[in-house]
């Protein structure tokens, strides 16, 4: 991956005017013609607001409008310094580092950080080749059964091919009426897919070549079947959780599970995540 570096950054966005340009420029592109008053026209930024506004009629542009910015009275360089953190960070960034980068209030902090997680979307497009699925159970160390079962705990359920993308939810159950639909909608049918010998994925199969092995028993790896690349990631999940955030409501873990899975599978990417984290942060949310 090519790297965008701090002073690469810092010349590159380094008023709230040159950051407020580049997100009018990523939302509407070179206007050329009003969309109140159809003429031809240019627009021009409106003295001491962020936005800009029609030569002809006057009319105006928010570029900020329904964005993760929108009302927002932190500078727009700090939001675009916070996504350069969650684009460069490997394990993620806490709210009490913002605080601290940012010289922000943790509130404001907590929220800029919520509101960046929300550009961490997973693809729809499916899952092909091999694909190893499993599970596991978030949310710290507790008394009693650990693994499948423990209580107290968020199952996340996943799936990833192999050299590829990852896709992962967070699911209430692991019933054959969860998993089914998840199987249905992150992986191609026909795709070899190797899974531990969980019963729930034995039922599950119909339509994808299926692959087994035993953990139970000590076998982790037989031949090119194993789960190894999906329980690589799961680790590297729960020690981020774990080491940066420390704990994690599941009301938001979805968010989380996001944020990891799209740098997972963004991984062979040729120039910085910023970049098109920055595109995604001027859609509307």
Known sequence: MEKFT??????????????????????????????????????????????????????????????????????????????????????????????RQLGVTYKTAWRMAKQIRLLFKQSNYPLSKTVEMDDTYVGGVARGKRGRGATGKSIVLGAVQRQGRIAASVVGNLSAETVRPFIEQHIKPGTALMTDEFKTYRKTRKGYPHRTVN??????????????????FWSQLKRSLSGTYHAVSPKYLQHYVNEFAYRYSKRHALSSLFFPMLAQAVRPV
């Not at 003429?39 to 030569?55: G, L, N």
């Not at 993760?68 to 916070?82: D, G, N, Q, R, V």
């Open 6 to 99: 701090i002073k690469q950054f810092n010349e590159q966005y380094a008023t709230d005017d040159v950051c407020l340009e580049t997100i009018f420029k990523h939302r509407y592109g070179q206007v050329s013609r009003c969309p109140s008053c159809h003429t031809r026209t240019k627009f021009h930024r409106v003295t001491d607001r962020k936005c800009y506004a029609c030569q002809s009629c006057g009319y105006q542009l928010h570029p900020l409008a329904d964005t993760i910015f929108h009302k927002s009275e932190t500078p727009l360089k700090s939001w675009f310094y916070a996504i350069y953190l969650f684009a460069n960070s490997k394990n993620g960034v806490s709210a009490k580092e913002l605080q």
């Open 215 to 232: 953990h139970s028993s000590g076998t982790y790896v037989r031949g090119m079947v194993h789960t190894n690349t999906i329980e690589g």
